[in-house]
């Protein structure tokens, strides 16, 4: 049975598990706001500048540097600027911000108005995945306490520096964790992502200079504030600083969140933290960091859990969430799940991606009910390669890329139901 | 007009705190959901009113989004996460055992109009699969005799 709190913890989730720490005032008791405090009293170039220095890379999957990303935002600009909480956690095998917005929702907010103030931003819009309803309602609490304290409001801190905060809730589209197809959607309009450029920084919210942070990305900030990019860099890897919520699923004995340093290696993860596989099975494949990202096969669990180590094995980090299949898994109903996701989630304005995702999901289904032919897995990879970065957003990609995974490490899973004519994995998930 | 006064207030203060009316959409939609029960066409037209848009318009955002109703549907929504994680923990096997048990197929409602079932994508629940989503609020690390006790509780 899965733990609600992590249970490896580090500086991020430290206190989760203690009931108060949700409140105001339990988390000023630990601290809570000195950060803030500080930074409110810094120049904003100084602390894009500190959290450029400290090497944070945003948690909602692409990675990208976030004091890069704040210095994006134009400064002599008369226009209102607006700051973007992704909470649209959406990626299947990732449950971390849930908890993040659960169990520390202040600390989310001090980073919030930490960057509010480096970029200039007026107002944040928190939107959060409609379905996360119980998560919207602590974060909307922590909101108003705020408030109330004059943490937020006309004066913040009681410096002359305002900002509001703003929670909206989705209504059920994966496309919306895509960070245009998010500001569509904050828009009242359907989820469909923008081209780019404009980046955000220049377009976004509204028509006005955005910048778009996860949820956990904006829970690193107030360390780097409080305790230095040195510090912050004594944790993970000299590429991929800092630690991470890794979100263990699938076939593991403790299944749950693990707050370990980026480079922290898989099999370490999955063996020692999470009790490895039950039952004395062994492993047989791993999706590393969401369904989007390439599986993993046995053999190559020894990757350290970091970008740079990950793209060597042709997947990624994305966000942390570890899918680990035993050896009774089959690989084709695996790929049927996955395919029939994408189909489902597919926002239909391109192409490549309506028109592609339908075609891998059929042709998947087609192998699995044994009435697909040798050509049919080289479609699959040639359908994949013509969706692969043809598209208006990164949707198409994370279509194609787990296909292409699934047949470079388990073809002779495709090929045997070719030759069996049906599935020759009884033991495996029903479907 | 089906919209009630309340409602039409909660959108109003929900429009306040975007700088364009329209961001109020979703939040209107789940309120008029909240008091509804679903959005049905002739609704639409009506929140296309109150935003000065298009009823298409609405209708796109009716459409696009899982979580919104364009028909009546039971007294009570209930999801089983289907997605990979859950479906590797046996959540395609429960969710059987629920069609079974309600003598409905996912999609379906009951005939007493009490239960629409479905199943769902990923929920961020993957930890503690197998789980089932009623209304709003998560059930997690179920087994088919914890779910059963939960639906048969449900009014």
């Keep these: 049975m899965g733990l609600k709190v992590p249970y490896v913890t580090s500086y991020l989730t430290e206190h989760c598990a203690e009931d108060d720490y949700v409140s105001l005032a339990g988390y000023e008791a630990k601290g809570g706001y000195r950060a803030a405090k500080k930074a409110l009293g810094m120049a904003p170039q100084e602390v894009i500048n500190l959290v450029k ?211 922290t290696p898989l099999d370490e993860i999955i063996f020692e933290h999470a009790g490895g596989i039950p039952g004395g099975r062994k492993v047989k494949g791993v999706i590393p960091g969401g369904m989007s990202m390439p599986v993993l096969p046995a053999g190559q669990l020894d990757v350290p859990m970091a970008n740079e180590y990950l793209r060597e094995r042709q997947s990624m980090l994305g966000t942390g969430g570890i899918m680990v299949m ?106 | 007009m089906v919209i009630s006064e309340d409602t039409r207030a909660a959108i109003d203060s929900e429009c306040a705190k975007y700088p364009q009316k329209r961001g109020g959409l979703l939040p209107a939609m789940h309120l008029v959901q909240k008091q509804l029960g679903h959005i049905a066409p002739e609704t639409a037209v009506e929140l296309a009113e109150i935003f000065d848009i298009r009823p298409v318009e609405v209708m796109e955002v009716l459409t696009f989004y899982n979580m919104f109703f364009s028909a009546p549907r039971g007294r009570h929504n209930v999801y089983v996460c289907t997605n990979l994680p859950c479906a590797l923990r046996g959540s395609r096997t429960l969710l059987a055992q629920i069609e079974s048990h309600l003598g409905i197929a996912a999609g379906e409602t009951t005939e007493d109009g009490r239960i629409s079932l479905g199943h769902e994508e990923c929920l961020g629940a993957c930890a503690y699969a197998p789980m089932l989503r009623v209304d709003e609020t998560y059930h997690e690390n179920l087994d088919l005799e914890k779910a059963n006790q939960i639906l048969d509780g449900l009014e």
Aim: hydrophobic share 35%; proline share 5%.
């Design chain 1, 53 to 263: 220095e400290s090497g944070l890379q945003g948690r909602g999957g692409a990675g990208f540097s976030t004091g890069m990303k704040w210095s994006f935002m134009p400064q002599d600009s008369d226009r209102p600027k607006y700051l973007v909480c992704n909470a649209d956690e959406s990626e299947p095998g990732s449950f971390k911000d849930r908890l993040l917005l659960e169990r520390t929702p202040h600390k989310m907010l001090e980073g919030i108005l930490i960057a509010a103030w480096a970029t200039g931003a007026e107002k944040t819009f928190i939107y959060v995945r409609g379905e996360y309803a119980f998560p919207a309602d602590v974060v909307q609490r922590a909101i108003d306490e705020a408030y109330e304290k004059g943490i937020l409001g006309p004066r913040c801190m009681g410096k002359s520096f305002a900002h509001d905060v703003v929670l909206m809730r989705g209504a059920g589209a994966y496309i919306c964790g895509e960070e245009t197809g998010l500001l569509e959607s904050l828009e009242g309009k359907k989820g469909q992502p923008r081209k780019k450029p404009p980046f955000p920084a220049q377009y976004g919210a509204f028509g006005m200079p955005s910048t778009v942070n996860n949820v956990e990305t904006f829970c690193h900030v107030p360390h780097i504030v409080d305790q230095g990019a040195d510090w912050f860099r004594g944790f993970g890897t000299e590429k991929s600083p800092g630690t991470t919520l890794f979100g263990v699923s699938g076939h593991v004995v403790r299944p749950g969140l693990y707050e370990l340093p980026l480079g």
């Design chain 1, 326 to 431: 035993d050896e009774t898994t089959c690989m084709v109903r695996a790929s049927c799940i996955i395919t029939y996701f994408f189909r489902d989630e597919s926002c239909g304005q391109c192409t490549q991606c309506r028109e592609g995702t339908g075609w891998l999901n059929k042709i998947v289904n087609r192998l699995e009910r044994g009435a697909g032919s040798e050509k049919d897995i080289d479609i699959l990879v040639d359908v994949a390669g013509k969706m692969e970065g043809q598209t208006i957003c990164a949707f198409a990609d994370a279509a194609a890329w787990p296909v292409q995974g699934m047949i470079r490490h388990f073809r002779g899973d495709f090929e045997e139901h070719v030759r069996q004519q049906k599935c020759p994995f009884s033991g495996s998930f029903e479907l």
